[in-house]
């Protein structure tokens, strides 16, 4: 019978005076339940989309259930999740495990360490979770990923590690590895009688040309409202990095820490201190001051840029891909390949896009707690979510529902908008939704391969990647998001993380729009980084955390 989310509370509670269970220094996260290997029942809290139809009438949830022997209360919410994970955690009121809440590596740390979360390292064997143990023996850099400083493991992973892999190539490059696709306007380039350009030098003349010529006119806009080239400000797929290209470098935004490049000798480094960087924005702030770039572009939302592009207002873009942000105006537009440097200078040679943090390996999607009173069943239970076919179900939806017949090759086929229309009254997107469950789906690059065929759009945008963008990467190294680090250089990422990237983005913006740093301004810049925003110590603690993470591959 499901257990009233009140009277466990309450339970807990009481058990947890009873017992004396709250950890000397511990925190708020220290109630202990005793072992009760007849615990059969399961109280979950955590997170849901909420396009979902909710868990209890998922037919892949309820058989998994079914199969391990175990019936679980989802009390789960698509907002205020937070909100509602601090109040249980800081309240006492712990539930036997949180699910798909995305506790950072910090409160894994922090929640381990005080008791709050158990160590599951003794649960995945073989015996008990036949299918994870499988994959972490095959994968190490999986292990690695999840298992904290201390040599413990407190979750459980998940991610999504689609890449190249899943189109037949032998290196699997993350699809978001290159997130910003540049793209021009070739209808406009045509009618101006204009060749792609190839440097900087020569989009600048062609952005100028958009300009003069108020192309937007051409498409029923008013005068006026031609924007040469429209982006985002560091943004994930939408900012204006991508033409920083030019001067050797793509300082994409990043999970981890902006700015921070990998290098194939295993060294990082913060670019945003370097000579390159300063050329760049000091080049880029000419563009600004001509009206080149779009003046909303510290201030727009994606919607805006949207509208905009699919108005026909708009030469020159950055997007995941075309079809998605330039709507009935799609045809009109192409790849625009990343640009060599300006003529005339040291850079009009140079040509380099640096890749983007690769996705995370997260442990903080699954975590059980101090209170579970039989963490093997509940383990054998997450276990099935490990199986490539239910891992494929829980990430898109059934087998009879999103998946209704295998490709010649024996791979599961994803249903097409018109099928769901068809069949479910709905777009196949929107009947994802519905299933998609949220937590440890771990997805690995083989499945696309092994297990079901990748969605036409997602090999679309893998085929671009590979023939498009990555032949001007002269390496693949990127920093991990799945690094881990120990309390002490959490804590140094927690002092300085937050003003110096804050720091970076707002002196970054401000010489866009007002011009190039002068050399004292320069100076005092880098030595405000170093005093006040700790970058020699930040920089060391990610060199020290990547260093780890090579050698334990």
Known sequence: MKKNILVKALCLALSAALLCGLLAGCGNGGAQASADPNQTDFYLVGGISALSSGYDSNPVMIQMAEDAGVEIEWDLMSDSLGERVGTLIGGNQLPDAFIAVGFSQNDINK?????????????????????????????????SAITMADGKIYGLPAAELLGTAAIGEEENIPIHSIPEFSMINKTWLDELHLDMPTNLTELHDVLKAFKDNDMATRSGNAAGSTIPMSTGYDQWCWGQEIFYAGFGFTNFTSDVCNDLLAHDDGTVEFVCVSDAYRDAVSYFSDWYKEGLMDLEMFSQDTSQLIAKVSQGRVGVTTWWYIDEIAGDKADDFVFLPPMYGPEGTDYAQTRNVTMRSAPAVTSGNLNITSVCGNPELLCKYFDQWYDPEITMQLNYGPIDTYFLEKNDAGLWKSITDDEAREKFGKSAGELRSQYQALGPVLILPEYYSTVFELEARGQERLHDLVDSWLPYASSSAAYPNDVTFNAEELEVIDRYKADFTSQVSEYEGNWLKNGGPTDDEWNAYKTMLEDSCGMSRLLEVYQSAYTRYLEAQ
Do not use: A, V
């Open 111 to 143: 929640y381990g360490n005080d008791g709050t979360f158990i160590d599951l390292t003794s649960y995945i064997t073989p015996e008990i979770m036949p299918n994870l143990s499988k994959i972490l023996d095959e994968h190490p850099e999986i292990r």
